[in-house]
């Protein structure tokens, strides 16, 4: 009988050169196998969005910010590739160290005396050093200076966590030293909204216990969140969704369709199409380890298909570099879409269909 490999491409001994292209580098890996062919079908879906007009959000778990990957973030903004963002509150925080010039270093290896650590004022995330005093504290003084020296704005009404986020960057973009730096500050800057993924878990809402207790009260809402950003998804004619790591940005990001279709009555499908890189294994059963598949169950996606849902089993500082350069090598740079000023427009037309 014939085989039902016949039509498949032959796998073929792909040599290097020195010199390479980016673009090359990504066609040889894809003429490869396991991962490194997700990767290059990932790439390809990403051009895909880019080039085909998605509205392209990006979801950020994880602590890559505070480990430096805030440029590549930055470069896929500046690109226009990116439109809005779901990170955790965490990492909106660290990523102000760097537009301040606080202290964040490489401390190598994996073996550290972590009582030791504590005695000597250091903190951690895994191979990431962070400094107590120097670095967290001198960040909560700079987050509450801002909500005191904003509060007008701030305490007009109850504010979405991108609001917050909006006035947080284009302050940074006015008072740091370094806002070439802060990812938050250049997206406030096109017009990119940045939502998190939680109101509570994390130094920012921590830092507003103080502010509230200062006299200086914030009201952050979960509701204005969910529904500013189910109508984004609702006025763009195609969305894509990059997600690095899983969690709370993912979920957030997904469940834009079920916030339309089962809670609001809205006729919507899901999401076009949608890259995750992550490690999370499924039998687990977490947020972090639901499939593209298990997805579209639940109206997050439109469909099933190889063509429009890749998943990337890698941890994502290593193939998120790789991504970027061939993003930035083979797409034309975007017009920023700036959501953030259509924001009203957008929320309007979903209320007027309710």
Known sequence: MKSLYSEAPDIQPQRMHAGMSVPELMDMIGKTSFEARNLYRGAELLRKMIDGGDTVWLGIAGAGIAGGMGGQVITLIEAGYVDVICSTGAQVYHDLHFAFDLPVKAIGGRHFDDNLLRKHGDTRIYDIGIREKETLEAQDTILQ???????????????????????????????????????VAAAAKLGVPVFWDSLANHSIAMNLVKTDNDGYPVRLSAQRDIFHSAAIVYCSPASGFFLLGGGGPKNFIQQTGPTLHQILSVDYEGADRGVQIGTAVEREGSLSSC????????????????????????????????LTAYLCDVCMDRKPKKIAGLMPHHVKLLEDLL
């Open 145 to 183: 200076q801002f909500v005191v020296n904003e509060y007008e704005e701030l305490k007009e009404r109850e504010l979405s966590s991108w609001e917050f986020t909006y006035l947080l960057g284009n302050w940074v973009e006015r008072n740091a030293p370094f806002p070439d730096r802060s990812f």
């Open 291 to 322: 499939t593209f598949s298990e997805a579209v169950t639940w109206g997050k996606y439109s469909e099933v298909s190889d063509e429009t849902l890749v998943h990337i089993w890698a941890e994502y500082s290593l193939v998120v570099p790789l």
